[in-house]
């Protein structure tokens, strides 16, 4: 089992562009995660999804949408990337009790 | 969701036992506590959660005090691989809505020294 895997591991984007970070998971989790990491500090979820065909907002969603393309992918879109996007973001998954989420090795995106 | 307060960083000669300690005086009943560690540059890793039992499992032990306000991560024999940010989380029972959400806070840096 691969796990949780995400796509790119690093990215640099001009400010206003445009891309999407994507995730799967091989584990038949129903819950999947969108954190984000900033230096120095602890994870903030930017969205989540609790089951497949539903959406949530978490923490810091402004910025961002997601989609939950089936029960394995998750992906998170930056419409238009602004410095302050600049961080490391970790995607996870976890079963319907989410006591145990399994992250994935993250992106490294830095906006210029 | 309860506040977590951690020293901000511990050290531990290897092969010792590493005790990183946790309070949440404002935990309620129905809130579990749970540790994940960060080793540099990876995503966090599930070790261990109890709701008012202790509990262990094959990476560490977790007490948690009688009156819930605190409790203990204990790795038993520290190597250098377990040099990593330890976080102490409470979270309430998955029901839901923003449940699912783990609030990570700065958490303690373990530094394991030969």
């Known amino acids: 089992n691969a796990g949780v895997t995400q796509t790119p591991k690093f990215q640099v984007l001009k400010t206003g562009q445009s891309m999407t970070l994507q995730c799967a998971q091989d584990?038949?989790?129903?819950?999947m995660y969108w954190y984000r990491q900033d230096p120095g500090m602890g994870l903030r979820l930017i969205y989540y999804s609790a089951s497949e065909g539903t959406t949530d907002k978490g923490e810091v969603p402004n910025g961002y949408n997601v989609s939950r393309l089936n029960k394995r992918e998750f992906s998170l879109r930056l419409e238009s990337a602004a410095p302050s996007q600049t961080s490391v973001y970790f995607c996870?998954?976890?079963?319907?009790?989410?006591?145990?989420?399994?992250f994935g090795p993250g992106t490294r995106l830095t906006v210029t | 969701d309860a506040k977590t307060t951690q020293p901000p960083s511990m050290d531990c000669a290897e092969g010792r036992a590493a005790n990183l300690p946790c309070n949440h005086s404002?935990?309620?009943?129905?809130?579990?506590v749970y540790w994940y560690r960060q080793i540099h540059s990876q995503g966090p890793q599930y070790i261990i959660h109890?709701?008012?039992n202790n509990e262990t499992n094959e990476m560490a032990s977790l007490i948690i005090t009688e009156d819930r306000k605190s409790s203990t991560l204990i790795l038993p024999h520290a190597t250098l691989r377990d040099t990593a940010v330890y976080y102490c989380i409470v979270r309430p029972r998955n029901s839901g809505g923003s449940n699912y959400k783990l609030t990570f806070g700065k958490g303690t840096l373990l530094t394991v020294n030969p």
């Open positions: 996870a998954s976890s079963d319907s009790q989410g006591h145990e989420q399994y």
């Open positions: 404002t935990i309620s009943g129905n809130e579990y």
């Open positions: 109890g709701l008012k």
């Open positions: 584990m038949n989790h129903n819950s």
